[in-house]
């Protein structure tokens, strides 16, 4: 899998799916991921729950909750790293 990471506040932190993301969006979705819909609140909740995850598994402290990390990204980040993540995922289940 291609590293795909995210810059927030000029930090740059590592996004990708694992288990602990579907979890994690489970969690503050409060519905599967399988559920997920195409908007935005849930298209930034899953991106969150996988940088959160990604980072967590790597080591790397990321403090922020939900809304900092909401605050801190714009519609067009969020777009683009949602493509590289969708492009991941599509690659991952083509191989």
Do not use: H
């Not at 990708?16 to 519905?31: D, L, Q, S, V, W």
Request: glycine letters at 4%; hydrophobic letters at 45%; aromatic letters at 10%.
């Amino acid at each position: 899998m291609a590293k795909i990471e995210v810059v927030i506040n000029g930090v740059s932190y590592p996004c990708r799916p694992t288990m602990g993301a579907m979890i994690r969006f489970k969690e503050i979705a409060n519905k599967d991921i399988t559920q997920l819909e195409n908007n935005f609140t849930d298209m930034c909740k899953y991106l969150y729950c996988c940088v959160a995850s990604a980072s967590a598994a790597d080591g790397i402290d990321f403090n922020l909750d939900f809304m900092a990390f909401a605050d801190a990204i714009c519609p067009e980040d969020l777009n683009s790293w949602f493509r590289n993540l969708q492009a991941e995922i599509n690659a991952g289940n083509e191989a």
